[in-house]
């Protein structure tokens, strides 16, 4: 049976779109961007060598980075993403649970940093701002760039309040991505404070009250004493900007010199049960006014801290409520 010429270039015609539209289908699903990994970098990538980095708390909110993997195009080696999560209270529906944030942060060999969200469950009225800043902030900034990106107010400007709290959580989990990646994580802050080598025992002498639970004696590397360490922990309610929660508890330790003044404050992000990143940076800028003070020197020190605790009241509260403890522990 003879083709005629008509049939013939229907056919060949059919053959070209059909080839074509197999190309296209190639091209779009190995060049066509479609997910957040691949528009990191602008292409279709595979991340390769997942390694998990920290896990998740079985309750109660978190900021963590949950995984590290390399992402290729081909054989070619693009950079290092993390993946990154937040979970919080700031919730889009009342239905929900919880509010959550997950990112993917990518890391190239020339130290830019990109940003795309994965997930974003947050109070409806910031989700757009939200969106914004990650957008603005967080497309090929260098590394040491993102520490000083300021602080931003993701509220609608009909909303009547402003919100920095998810973002400022979001600007420390991408910096904590950083620090990971460049190895700048101190893990025993001590050592800041007292130097490479001390040596820290528990003083088996002390006896915890229901709110000062330890007192820790330091010690150089040539087994003289430069200071102790004082843990407090309470119970309390916080702010979380929605609603009052309560029943949540905070560490802190105290770190002293051997002439009894403040060498320091560390605030265990682990053991801190209130509102994390803004929020609780303005409670470690609280107790950093200490830094230096003797005991008693503490109130006079803690009477006018103005703007710096605004929004966290109810956690400064306990925050008074320790401190009042360990200066009578201290006296």
């Keep these: 049976m003879r083709i005629n010429k008509q049939n ?3 056919l060949i015609n059919t053959g070209i779109i059909l080839m074509i539209a ?4 190639v091209l779009l699903e190995t060049v066509v961007p479609k997910e957040p990994k691949d528009f990191l970098f602008g292409k279709v990538i595979e991340l390769r060598n997942e390694t998990d980095v920290e896990r998740a708390p079985l309750t109660g909110g978190y900021a963590i980075v949950d995984f590290k993997a390399e992402a290729y195009a081909g054989s070619t080696f693009l950079g290092t993403v993390y993946n990154v999560k937040i979970k919080n209270s700031y919730t889009y529906s009342e239905d929900d649970d919880f509010g959550m944030i997950e990112l993917l942060v990518a890391i ?24 914004r800043y990650i957008t603005e902030k967080y497309q090929g900034i260098l590394y040491t760039s993102v520490s000083s990106i300021p602080s931003f107010d993701a509220a609608d400007l009909t909303a009547g309040v402003t919100a920095t709290d998810s973002t400022s959580s979001i600007k420390a989990i991408i910096q904590k991505a950083i620090d990971i990646h460049f190895d700048l994580i101190i893990d025993d802050p001590l050592v800041t ?3 490479e080598g001390y040596v820290i025992t528990e003083d088996t002498t002390f006896v ?31 702010d979380n900007g929605q609603e009052i929660v309560t029943g949540h508890s905070i560490t802190l330790k105290f770190a002293f010199n051997v002439d009894d003044e403040v060498l320091g404050v560390i605030i265990p992000v682990e053991l801190y049960g209130h509102t ?19 005991a008693s020197e503490f ?14 009241t109810y956690t400064k509260d306990l925050v008074d409520i320790l401190i009042d ?5 201290v006296n």
């Design 8 to 10: 013939l270039w229907l």
């Design 299 to 312: 109130a006079a020190a803690l009477t006018n801290p103005g703007d710096i605790v605004s929004g966290v």
């Design 208 to 238: 915890p009250s229901v709110l000062v639970k330890k007192r820790e004696i330091v010690k150089n590397a040539s087994n003289v004493d430069i200071g102790y360490v004082y843990t407090l922990t309470g119970i309390g309610d916080y």
């Design 193 to 195: 404070i007292y130097g």
């Design 108 to 131: 190239d060999p020339a130290g830019k940093v990109a940003v795309q969200i994965v997930q974003l469950n947050q109070s409806n009225w910031t989700v757009k701002g939200i969106q």
């Design 276 to 294: 994390a990143g803004n929020r609780l940076t303005k409670i470690q800028n609280y107790v950093n006014i200490l830094v230096g003070k003797t």
């Design 325 to 329: 403890a360990l200066v009578d522990e």
């Design 22 to 25: 197999a190309i296209f289908l």
